[in-house]
């Protein structure tokens, strides 16, 4: 039988018929939904041969392919750069000397504030930027001032006596921020991590606004073709599974590392050698006791 907890009670029999009821109910609930969504797309044709030629042919396919590729280019580039501004500005904020926590808590508030998509336009439109670069720009100043603040809360979140403890050992404050305060903060700050940069890869889609060919752009080529009847519900559901894959993998991946981080260390056993009588202070006899 399970026992209760600090948290709640063991729900008993009328409970536990209530909840069996409602889980009934939800998953009935939701299989009509779903069944009504399936109705609603055979009633307006979205699986008709037609509307799903497209995919067919090679030159769809490799448009496909390389709006993919222009994608995982375009996040790979951002989320590097992202993790390396953000470390600088975490840096910054953390430092010492007030002029420059001043100007980096500055630079964070603003582009942080500042709409991601506003940042791309306006370094595409205003500075005369390529699609890539404006992009990848766009997306490192936004993403870099958010995790600026993950690595600023996670360091600050490592308990105070860490660090009181390495300066007492007379240690830097560089060499306790690298090998005392950071690997420990890794730890409570990769799950925020990844969630961000599964927010830059999903921003990624935003290249289709200033015309740089990635996915979703590629995409909306498709689903605009006349010659084809207008396939958008077809693209939708071909483009989004692999969104959501990606995006799912990255997580996975974060898990990984995140419970091989806390895996507990493993000890291996050191064979001791048995204690021997001898001398026990060197180049003298073992002690006795004193004579009368």
């Known amino acids: 039988m399970t026992e209760a907890t600090a948290l709640y009670d063991v729900p008993g029999p009328s409970t536990r018929r209530r909840h069996a009821v409602y889980g009934v109910v939800s998953t009935a609930v939701l299989l009509a939904l779903l069944a009504w969504i399936l109705y609603l797309l055979f009633d307006t044709g979205q699986f008709t041969y037609t509307k799903w030629m497209p995919f067919e042919y090679k ?7 390389r709006g993919l590729g222009n994608t ?6 951002a989320a590097v750069l992202s993790l390396a501004l ?9 430092s010492d000397h007030r002029p420059v926590r001043l100007l980096a808590t500055v630079v964070v508030e603003f582009f942080r504030a500042m709409p991601v998509l506003v940042m791309i336009f306006f370094i595409f439109v205003a500075l005369q930027v390529r699609p890539l670069p404006a992009l990848v720009a766009g997306l490192t100043l936004y993403n870099g001032s958010v995790l600026a603040e993950v690595f600023r809360s996670g360091v600050n979140a490592v308990e105070r006596g860490q660090h009181e403890a390495a300066f007492a050992l007379g240690m830097r404050k560089t060499q306790v921020m690298t090998h005392v305060l950071a690997p420990q903060a890794v730890r409570a700050m ?9 927010v830059a890869l999903k921003d990624t889609s935003l290249g289709y606004l200033i015309t740089y060919e990635e996915f979703l752009h590629a995409g909306k080529l498709i689903a605009s073709n006349l010659d084809y009847d207008l396939p958008f519900i077809p693209v939708v559901m071909v483009i989004s599974p692999i969104y959501i894959g990606m995006c799912m993998l990255l997580s996975w991946f ?14 291996e056993a050191v064979a001791l050698a048995t204690a021997e009588p001898g001398t026990l202070l060197p180049g003298g006899e073992p002690p006795t006791a004193l004579k009368p």
């Open 59 to 65: 030159g769809i396919q490799e448009l496909l392919l």
């Open 72 to 77: 995982l280019k375009a996040f790979v580039l």
């Open 86 to 94: 953000g470390g600088l500005l975490a840096t910054g904020r953390l």
């Open 190 to 198: 990769l799950p925020a991590i990844i969630s961000q940069l599964v």
């Open 254 to 267: 974060a898990g990984w590392v995140s419970r091989r981080e806390q895996r507990s260390p493993k000890t």
